[in-house]
């Protein structure tokens, strides 16, 4: 069995509680991030956190937990679960309890859930998988919010078309982001992916990193009328690492295959995260 942080204590699972008058439970207020390990290690980890903390300030969420408080936490939970190879970690910060049940007052709860790795299909990586554009946005796009609303409408939408992800797109049909994921596209030597107005990945920012010695980086949105001339499409994102796109909504990408810079790219990651595991780098 499982064992979580829940507000200053280490409990199983199945004691993890929370009170049905937190207003992340009535309103949906609250912040979380998620990130995986490699060889135990989770993956940076301070990044993650100062992501916490930066969806909290976009919300108005005040955090009394500092960031290597929080850290440490972490690497605690970790600690306490022996038994998975690898794990998911989920850190929430709560709104807390409101007299008025829904003004934040300060008194929010810390929880980190650490659970055993999920591994995603073989096939999403060796075939290329489908995704969907979807005709809304987030509301406050650089803020993980625990308010999901449209998450869980466009992922419906998108597994009822046999996609694993949909993609959200703005009034001027220009592609943001994924549910869950960041987009990226190359074109020739150009490696486009959005600017602004999306979550700022981890992952993505690990992927431009490696890639920014290699191709022209160009940082804008893909209109969809655009999505035809595509060379190579993939999405990023923690759990899923890289996945090669080979189909948007009924278009597919150049010949229907995941193109040989996506897969340079997944090989690439997978010896960057093998050396971040063993400690080797940051």
């Known amino acids: 069995m499982d064992t979580y942080y829940i507000d200053g204590k280490f409990v199983?699972?199945?004691?993890?509680?929370?009170s049905v008058k937190d207003i992340t439970v009535l309103r949906g207020f609250g912040v979380f991030d998620f990130l995986i390990t490699y060889n135990k290690r989770p993956f940076r980890l301070e990044q993650h956190v100062a992501r916490l903390e930066n969806s909290a300030r976009h919300i108005g969420l005040e955090l009394t937990h500092a960031n290597k408080e929080i850290c440490d936490i972490v690497m605690q939970t970790i600690e306490k679960n022996p038994h998975h190879k690898e794990e998911n970690i989920r850190i929430v910060y709560t709104g807390g309890i409101s007299s008025d049940g829904v003004t934040p007052q300060g008194n929010g709860i810390l929880m980190v859930m650490a659970t055993p790795k999920h591994e995603l299909p073989d096939w999403w990586y060796t075939q290329g998988t489908k995704i969907i554009t979807v005709d809304m946005e987030r509301f406050i796009p650089e803020a993980k919010s625990s308010n999901y609303l449209s998450a869980v409408f466009a992922q419906q939408k998108a597994r009822s078309q046999g996609a694993i992800e949909a993609?959200?797109?703005?009034?001027d049909n220009r592609l943001l982001e994924g549910t869950t994921t960041n987009l990226f596209a190359f074109k020739d030597t150009t490696l486009i992916t959005p600017p602004g107005g999306i979550l700022p990945g981890v992952t993505r920012g690990a992927v431009l990193e490696l890639l920014e010695k290699k191709y022209d980086i160009v940082l804008d949105f893909i209109p969809q009328a655009d999505l035809a001339e595509m060379d190579e499409?993939?999405?990023?994102?923690?759990?899923k690492e890289i996945v090669p796109i080979i189909q948007v909504d009924d278009i597919v990408i150049a010949d229907g295959k995941p193109g040989e810079k996506t897969l340079a790219l997944m090989a690439d990651w997978k010896a960057y995260t093998t050396a971040y595991g063993r400690g080797e780098v940051n």
């Open 12 to 18: 199983s699972e199945d004691e993890a509680v929370l």
């Open 167 to 171: 993609i959200y797109k703005n009034k």
């Open 233 to 239: 499409m993939f999405i990023t994102a923690s759990n």
